[in-house]
Structure formats: C-alpha cells, structure tokens
C-alpha cells in the first residue's frame, strides 16, 4: 500500500484542529464508523459523532498539550505527546489509522503515568456528564 499524498495535509489538518478545537475539522478527518479506543474502556467507541465529542472535550482538558515526536508509516500515525492536568504532568500516544482516502479509521490512546491517567477520567467523566 502506498501512501496517499494527501496525508501529510490530513495530518497538517489534525494539528490544526489540536490548536484551534474547530471541530468542522473533524468533520473532514473522521471516517463515519471511525472506532475510538479510549484508555478507560475496553469496547471502543464507534462513531463520528461520539469520537467528536470525546476529542473536543479532551482538549478542553490537557493543558499545555503538546507532541513531541511523530512516527508515521503509510496508513498508520504514532503520534507522542505531553500534557498536564492540574499538577500532573502525563505523557500519551495517539495511535490514529486512516484508511487509502485519508479518513481516520481507527484512533486508540494510551496515557501514563497511572495518576494522570485517574485525574484525565475524573475530569472527561465530568465534563462529559455536564454534556448530557
């Protein structure tokens, strides 16, 4: 499988929404059954709208979000990154798949250390809830 040029845009794309939480940009970048494997719960959560609201409302939660390194190979991106959340730093990896038109797929997060991990599910449970 070869990389479709239009990725490093779709992934400028990404960036973007990261900075500016616009989340018409989501609407560009997620696949419609795009699958999001949250680091609380095993059964991921499938869906455009429902992985627009996590991702929107996640960013509202770190502080000082930024990534550090980035491993892309064709249809699959490892994204690093560091945060805070209050006092606790935390250190994450966005593993994000597309499919062959540039659309995020699959998007899985892992987060450590443990505490920060605690802190970040309180925090989404709460906001999330104010939501309902």
């Not at 996640?58 to 959340?85: G, M, P, Q, S």
């Amino acid at each position: 499988m070869v990389m479709n040029q239009n990725f490093p845009d779709k992934l400028a794309l990404w960036h973007e929404f990261v900075e500016t939480q616009n989340t018409a940009i989501l609407n560009e970048l997620l696949a419609e059954n795009v699958q999001f494997h949250s680091p609380f719960v095993w059964k991921p959560k499938v869906g455009k709208e429902i992985t627009t609201v996590i991702l929107k409302t996640v960013t509202t939660v770190f502080e000082d979000f930024r990534y550090v390194r980035e491993i892309l190979d064709k249809n699959n991106w490892a994204l690093e990154f560091e945060a805070r959340i209050g006092e606790l730093d935390l250190r994450g990896i966005d593993l994000i798949e597309l499919n062959d038109e540039g659309k995020i797929t699959d998007f899985e997060v892992m987060i450590r250390p443990a505490n920060a991990l605690q802190a970040l599910g309180l925090e989404m449970g709460k906001r999330l809830q104010m939501r309902s």
